[in-house]
């Protein structure tokens, strides 16, 4: 194998560390988005319960206080009955009368359906409560470890990366700049085996020429399709 060879693949294995490195670090922010984003759909869901659970009381306090204004209003028909000599008066009142209590009914009915619906929620409010406090705590940790990953991640990142210029020494700075850019265009593959006649890179046939280039080790050699450097397995 030409040393050249060699060398670039001592110097990919690095730089494939280093992107797989780069890529993790990259994807840090979004699997902190993914976590906020649980988090907050476990936030929503107590706070809709909460919410529901608020309504009905103000509701409930309202119904309450309609009621007493009801009964309140009936009491003052009933001392005008007591005051008043007129039949025809005495009739309205009590027509008043009637058409209060109606009302003080449906509101009596309105308020027991909140009751009941109040103590429904009691389960699903209490089964948010918990959700909400175990979201929390997961998050809480994972947020933690991403923290301690990101520094595990950029300490190893500057490892590699202060490395690098010692296996770079005694590159050719043209072939240096070829790997570089196949590098950075071939997704991290620059250097790739010749198998059966094929490019293991764009697993594409390679010609009978550029296999007996690279079967000599003689030059450095590239895939007629794709342009990555080949070489013989060992």
């Known amino acids: 194998m030409l040393p050249e060879i060699e060398k670039l693949l001592v110097l990919q294995d690095r730089d494939q560390k ?32 909460r919410s529901r659970q608020k309504e009905i009381e103000v509701e409930r306090n309202k119904l309450e206080v309609e009621v007493k204004a009801k009964q309140d209003q009936i009491s003052r028909y009933k001392n005008q009955q007591l005051e008043t ?10 027509h ?14 309105r308020e027991l359906v909140l009751m009941e619906e109040a103590e429904s ?49 005694g590159i050719d700075e ?14 991290g593959i620059a250097l790739v085996t010749v198998e059966h006649g094929v490019c293991a890179g764009c697993n594409m046939q390679v010609t009978h ?10 030059e450095i050699v590239g895939c007629p399709q794709c342009g990555r450097i080949l070489y013989e397995p060992q």
Request: hydrophobic share 40%; glycine share 0%.
């Open 96 to 109: 008043e009368i009637e058409m209060a209590e109606k009302v003080i009914i449906e509101l009596e009915d």
């Open 18 to 49: 280093l992107r797989a490195v780069l890529t993790e670090i990259a994807a840090l922010p979004g699997e902190k988005a993914a976590r906020d984003r649980e988090f907050k759909a476990a936030d929503d869901r107590l706070e809709a319960a």
């Open 85 to 94: 000599r007129k039949n025809e008066e005495f009739s309205a009142l009590r």
């Open 121 to 169: 929620l009691k389960p699903s409010l209490q089964a948010a409560q918990e959700a909400h406090a175990a979201e929390k705590k997961k998050v809480e940790t994972h947020m933690a470890s991403l923290v301690t990953r990101k520094e595990n991640l950029d300490a190893r990142q500057k490892e590699l990366e202060a490395e690098r210029p010692s296996f770079i020494t």
């Open 174 to 187: 043209d072939l240096l700049d070829r790997y570089n850019r196949l590098f950075k265009s071939k997704n």
């Open 209 to 218: 020429q550029a296999i007996l280039e690279v079967k000599a080790e003689k």
